[in-house]
């Protein structure tokens, strides 16, 4: 539920700054494609905007998960070069043709029905090829390339792209990568003259030698952090504030929220947010006198999140502001510039990409800018 009364949160999505990220990613991949990769709903901030605004930066190939996501990617950007990673649903075929969607292709099942497919129409239909190197996730085993090939070779069929994905990109001395790098390269091989496509945000940001001819960067262009122990430098997309609905005041002993986890070890003042795990804060940002939790930034200060965290509220602890305090109908940021995505990723335990991908709440959502960007 979108509220539109403007009297709860706001969730701001600065297109501007998405475009900005993925230019500044096609110029570290120079020389390469570079792709944008809008699944799940383009990593919450919207597949329709976050497409458009990518395509006015520049972006010509989007990677979705899924065919119907693909087919928003094609209602919003019409000449787009769409890659469905999820490859071929069985039986959809006739779908993806009629909305010029490309299959990343990961098993003898699902090559042989785009192959009776292009059969039956008579026509060479462009899809992609995945190949595990090592994540054993999606993708054709090694063992299987030659099967491809002499199967396709009958055919006088040649794949649009082969593709593979690493699962330690994050980590960029992992040894993983280089053997990854190593078969990635006798599969291409085996497919000479193919365009070939590695590198996700974090393997683009690693070196030239992941790049290829297409590079396919999610995360980086939301604002995330793609590369662990670096500073990210990335500009942040997404920022949300959400209602303080109440100030009120605890004493030394008494413990906050369900459960009483939480023990005030001082007389505090306390702010009641309108804002809980069901607008998409993640339950592992609750504290304990054990473990701190998440943030929020209210009048200038970063104040720790106190208790745990309910499905509609989040109390936050706002003594060290003093006399400065809030009023309630104030918003609070809990992601955004003073809220870095990863630091309150990091207080949870879990990674960007789950906080961005779990924004689904009780609060208004705009769009700042645009993708059009001067040269
Ligand atoms: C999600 C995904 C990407 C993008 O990964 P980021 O880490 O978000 O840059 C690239 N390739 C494949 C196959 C993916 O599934």
Not at 238 to 254: C, D, N, S
């Amino acid at each position: 539920m979108t509220l539109t009364s403007g009297l709860g949160g706001q969730l701001s999505i600065d297109l501007g700054a998405l475009a900005r990220n993925w230019r500044a990613l096609d110029k570290v991949s120079a020389g390469a494609l570079t792709a944008a990769v809008v699944k799940a709903d383009a990593y919450g901030t919207g597949i329709e905007s976050a497409s458009r605004a990518l395509h006015a930066a520049g972006a010509r190939f989007f990677f979705v998960a899924t065919p119907d996501e693909g087919m928003a990617v094609r209602a919003a950007v019409p000449d787009a070069h769409i890659f469905v990673l999820y490859g071929l649903y069985p039986g959809a075929a006739n779908l993806y043709i009629r909305q010029n969607l490309m299959p990343v292709l990961s098993s003898m099942g699902m090559l042989e029905e785009w192959l009776n497919k292009c059969i039956e129409r008579n026509e060479a239909y462009p899809a992609a090829f995945h190949f595990d190197t090592g994540i054993n996730r999606l993708g054709f085993r090694l063992s299987e390339a030659s099967q491809v090939r002499e199967r396709i070779g009958q055919l006088g069929f040649a794949p649009q792209m082969i593709m593979s994905h690493l699962a330690c990109a994050d980590t960029p001395n992992h040894e993983k990568n280089r053997t990854q790098l190593a078969l990635f390269g006798s599969v291409m091989s085996q497919f000479p003259a193919i365009p070939a496509s590695l590198a996700n945000s974090a393997g683009l940001m690693t070196g030239r030698d992941y790049h290829f001819q297409m590079v396919r960067p999610g995360i980086a262009l939301y604002g995330g952090r793609a590369v662990n122990g670096r500073r990210n430098p990335m500009q942040p997309v997404v920022t949300l504030h959400v209602p303080i609905l109440q100030i009120t005041e605890g004493r030394t002993g008494e413990t906050v929220g369900y459960g009483a986890n939480y023990t005030l070890n001082r007389n505090s003042r306390l702010a009641v947010l309108g804002y809980g795990y069901a607008d998409g804060i993640l339950r592992s940002l609750s504290s304990s006198n054990q473990r701190p939790g998440g943030k929020a930034f209210i009048r200038g200060k970063l104040c720790p999140i106190v208790g745990r965290i309910s499905m509609d509220l989040t109390i936050v602890d706002v003594t060290e502001l003093g006399s400065d305090l809030p009023m309630p109908g104030e918003g609070a940021e809990v992601l955004g510039p003073n809220v870095p995505l990863d630091d309150q990723a990091d207080a949870g335990g879990t990674i960007g990409y789950e906080l961005l991908t779990s924004l689904k709440g009780r609060y208004g959502r705009n769009y700042v800018g645009d993708g059009r960007l001067p040269d």
